[in-house]
């Protein structure tokens, strides 16, 4: 049996959820309200110790990371295939989620939440919100709910706005050949770019558009129409959870 303890179906809990779902695995969903601290309870932090979102739990095994757990349900549920079977294939896969992992997936958060992220907190005072936000474990993710919390500055907007409109472009151009990121067929690229770049035609709409990046609309109506996809995004409490946000992962600095 598995089971998925996880956020809104957006970023990294989405992930996970749409590779459950096109791989036809049967799951049970366990939402983590993580606007509500939920995340902090004892009993999650005991599966994840810095109490970041997705974990997977097999059999009492505990898997985290979004990127590592979308590997590792392709290895342990090879039926449908969501990975290339060519080694070239398997390698863009790779490099998509790399992408993702270290810049893309910060940047469009940092954007979201300053779209979307006061409204979540306006139901805390500052004391309360601030004793929350110590109870986080792990120093970095307290560090990015601070900054959260103080309000992103424009610099560093507009370092996140420029690292997603070079990483656009990228995706417009290899989109370009076949319709897909990694070769000629879906995959978990294609997975992990999709829940972030679903931000996007609302955050940055001078940026994706179907004058400007053609393939790349195209790309995200036909993974948004996936009967999987709708499936998982249907796994949220808010009616789009694209409307929402929560603090993302760090930017890496040396990126």
């Known amino acids: 049996m598995l089971e998925l303890y996880h956020w809104e179906p957006n970023g990294a809990s989405a992930r996970v959820l749409i ?3 096109e791989k036809q695995l049967p799951y049970t969903s366990r939402y983590v309200d993580v606007l509500a ?6 009993e999650f932090l005991a599966l994840s110790e810095t109490g970041e979102l997705p974990v997977l739990v097999r059999e009492g095994a505990v898997f985290t990371e979004a990127s590592l757990i979308c590997e590792y349900l392709e290895e342990a549920f090879p039926g449908i295939e969501l990975m290339p079977r060519d080694p070239r294939g398997r390698w863009q896969v790779r490099v998509w989620q790399k992408l ?3 810049g893309f997936a910060a940047s469009v958060s940092e954007l979201a939440w300053h779209a979307h992220g006061a409204r979540a907190l306006a139901a805390y005072g500052a004391d309360e919100l601030a004793a929350r936000i110590e109870r ?3 120093k970095e993710r307290r560090d990015v709910w601070k900054t959260a919390a103080a309000g992103i500055g424009a610099e560093q907007l507009a370092r996140a706005r420029s690292r997603i409109e070079s990483a656009v472009a990228r995706i417009e151009t290899d989109l370009a050949p076949g319709g897909w990121l990694a070769g ?3 995959s978990l690229a294609d997975i992990a770019v999709f829940s972030y770049f679903n931000y996007l035609p609302a955050l940055c709409a001078d940026l994706v558009s179907t004058g400007r990046t053609p393939h790349a609309v195209a790309w995200l109506r036909a993974v948004a129409s996936r009967p999987a996809v709708r499936a998982a995004l249907a796994r949220g409490r808010a009616r789009d959870p694209f409307a929402l ?3 993302g992962p760090e930017q890496i600095r040396w990126g």
């Open 100 to 102: 993702v992992d270290e």
């Open 19 to 21: 590779s459950l779902e």
């Open 245 to 247: 946000a929560a603090p």
């Open 136 to 138: 986080i474990p792990s």
């Open 184 to 186: 000629s067929s879906y």
């Open 37 to 42: 601290f939920e995340q902090l309870r004892a």
